[in-house]
T-cell receptor, first 115, second 114 residues
């Protein structure tokens, strides 16, 4: 049972346009959501996160939106750059036994930004 | 500034052979994790540790063992490798579970079992 779903395996956008990556979750106990970026032959790197008590978090060109009622979050990249081409993983954590130390990952979305 | 270092980067094994993957972190993190990534499957947690001397099973622990004898090291062992264990293995570490549990990853070990 997949608790974190990224239904788009791939996305292609033009340089300078907006990239929108989507993520849905089923576990209502998730209280923190993270986005990771992964280049080929490298490990995932943390990009941005959002707590369930917020509906938006912004960091430079990256903004994450959270819609708790729909159990949906999205990552917006504006403007998109060729260097943003990577696999993006959505992840979620739930408080368990006093601390939330396990992340549940989606399958990832391959973003390609064309020059 | 090394962060999380995984050794080796690549390895080819024959079915039935054993090996140990080493993960070392220099950030004084309490928590450490081992994941595997397979095509179309995302990252799946194998085992994790919440502190020196402790280990626990994750989502896909069968066929693997782990040890955390030192805070900075987390070892993943395959006692008898199987082709189904062909994968890319990632180690990660984090301070604690609080604040969203931002995990820092190593570069990965690509393992092929023939």
């Amino acid at each position: 049972d997949q608790q974190v779903k990224q239904n788009s395996p791939s996305l292609s956008v033009q340089e300078g346009r907006i990239s929108i990556l989507n993520c849905d979750y089923t576990n209502s106990m998730f209280d923190y959501f993270l986005w990771y970026k992964k280049y080929p032959a490298e490990g995932p790197t943390f990009l941005i996160s959002i707590s369930s008590i917020k509906d938006k978090n912004e960091d430079g060109r990256f903004t994450v939106f959270l819609n708790k009622s729909a159990k949906h979050l999205s990552l917006h990249i504006v403007p998109s750059q060729p260097g943003d081409s990577a696999v993006y993983f959505c992840a979620a954590s739930a408080r368990s036994g006093g601390s939330n130390y396990k992340l549940t990952f989606g399958k990832g979305t391959l973003l390609t930004v064309n020059p | 500034n090394a962060g999380v270092t995984q050794t080796p980067k690549f390895r080819v094994l024959k079915t039935g052979q054993s090996m140990t993957l080493l993960c070392a972190q220099d950030m004084n993190h309490e928590y450490m994790y081992w994941y595997r990534q397979d095509p179309g499957m995302g990252l799946r947690l194998i085992h994790y540790s919440v502190g020196e001397g402790t280990t626990a099973k994750g989502e896909v622990p069968d066929g693997y063992n782990v040890s955390r004898l030192k805070k900075q090291n987390f070892l993943l062992g395959l006692e008898s490798a199987a082709p189904s264990q062909t994968s890319v293995y990632f180690c990660a570490s984090s301070w604690t579970g609080g604040g969203g549990n931002i995990q820092y990853f190593g570069a990965g070990t690509r393992l092929s079992v023939l």
